[in-house]
């Protein structure tokens, strides 16, 4: 990576290998993003009908967007 050589030169280990600079290395497997609204957002149904009402004056993918987090919320 290109910034790491610049890193490494600062901590005077611009050649180390990865063992020298590492210990260990947690591997937590796959990570799957998921993003919805916090369930007080949901509760507020005035916020709801405004937004609905602005993302439909935008259209499009802010839409798209919004109508998919939505839909992930009121799923969890």
Known sequence: MPKAIIKLGKLHARNATTKQLFGGML?????????AFPK??????????????????????????FDEILSTSTEH
């Open 27 to 35: 591997y937590l497997g796959d990570i799957k993003r998921v993003m």
């Open 40 to 65: 007080r957002v949901l509760q507020d149904k005035s916020w709801l009908k405004t937004m609905q009402s602005r993302v439909g004056m935008i259209g499009g993918r802010i839409k798209t967007k």
